[in-house]
């Protein structure tokens, strides 16, 4: 695989899981690479394990925070010159429901999910537009993006979300020499199901209660049995190369996608048919 070769990347949510093996197998393909994430000690830890220093940077930086992301796509551009491949990657789960979810907890999931990715697409795609090197702009969804069980709200709405704006923003550049793809993982090894412990409701103090919820432990034991991040950083590496949009790694998950298209297209029909009713 050639195409990443010397290019430059920009990567959030790179300290630990996806991020981490997304960054380490950009540098193994022979890409530069700007690894962003709010968690400094983390961060630092994961760029020397990576070990390459003349191809990665390190940045602190808050996906949630418009600001801090157009800072760090600046740090980029100085430190690398033209960025090709936008990440946009960190995202936190938020279980719970409804009912009995924060409010602020909401916002919280929506800014990170959902506002970082648009702030990462506003502060490269134009600059990405002006150099005409081509790119590609990857965000993270999940397959929580595609159908939605009873636990995490939030967490759903937000990866919908992802994957409807990502769907928009391909249809907008179509033609263009900057790609999108959408990643729509189910259960890669990583910290994501420990990501509420530190959540807004709990106004910063350490809080244990998320591992409380009916869904922790579950979702817990699926990430740690679930498929290694660096296999899923190849897979998504291939499919950045091969141009393709949506990035599934669940041969289980055809089923619930199956699944949705058939109520949707049955309640569809419905309503046509009750339409003939109604003058
Ligand atoms: N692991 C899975 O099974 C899975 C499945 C579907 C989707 N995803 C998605 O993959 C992405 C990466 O998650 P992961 O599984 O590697 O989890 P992870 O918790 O191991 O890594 C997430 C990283 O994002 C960082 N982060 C959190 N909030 C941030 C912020 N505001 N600004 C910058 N960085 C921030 C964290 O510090 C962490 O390093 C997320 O968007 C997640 O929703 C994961």
């Not at 050639?2 to 920009?10: H, M, Q, R, S």
């Not at 179509?174 to 509420?196: E, H, Q």
């Not at 990430?223 to 599934?248: C, H, T």
Request: glycine letters at 8%; proline letters at 3%; a negative charge.
């Amino acid at each position: 695989m050639t195409d990443f070769e010397n290019k430059t990347a920009f990567v959030t949510g790179a300290a630990s899981g996806i991020g981490l093996a997304l960054s380490q197998a950009l540098v193994a393909h022979g890409a530069k690479v700007m690894m962003a994430d709010i968690d400094a000690e983390n961060l630092a830890e994961a760029a020397s394990k990576i070990g390459a220093p003349d191809k990665v940077e390190t940045i602190i930086c808050n996906a949630a925070e418009q600001a801090s992301v157009e800072a760090a796509a600046k740090a980029t551009r100085d430190r690398f010159g033209s960025v090709h491949f936008v990440f946009n990657n960190a995202g936190v789960s938020l279980a719970g429901r409804s009912g009995n979810i924060a409010i602020k907890d909401w916002q919280w999931i929506v800014d990170i999910n959902l506002l970082g990715v648009v702030y990462g697409v506003e502060a490269f795609l134009p600059a990405m537009q002006a150099h005409g090197e081509g790119g590609h702009i990857i965000n993270t969804a999940s397959m929580a993006g595609h159908f939605a069980t009873g636990y995490m709200p939030p967490y759903h709405a937000t990866k919908f979300a992802v994957v409807g704006y990502s769907e928009a923003l391909a249809m907008e550049l179509k033609g263009s020499d900057i790609g999108v793809s959408v990643l729509c993982p189910t259960w890669v090894k990583s910290k994501i199901y420990d990501a509420a412990v530190g959540r807004p409701s709990v106004d910063g103090k350490p809080d244990e209660s998320s591992k409380t919820n009916p869904v922790y432990e579950s979702t817990k034991a699926l990430v740690d049995n679930g498929m290694s991040a660096e296999r899923f950083a190849e897979l998504v590496l291939i499919s950045v190369a091969k141009k393709r949009f949506y990035v599934f790694n669940d041969p289980e998950a055809r089923g619930a996608i199956d699944m949705r298209r058939d109520l949707i297209l049955a309640d569809y029909d419905a309503c046509l048919d009750d339409l003939k009713d109604i003058t």
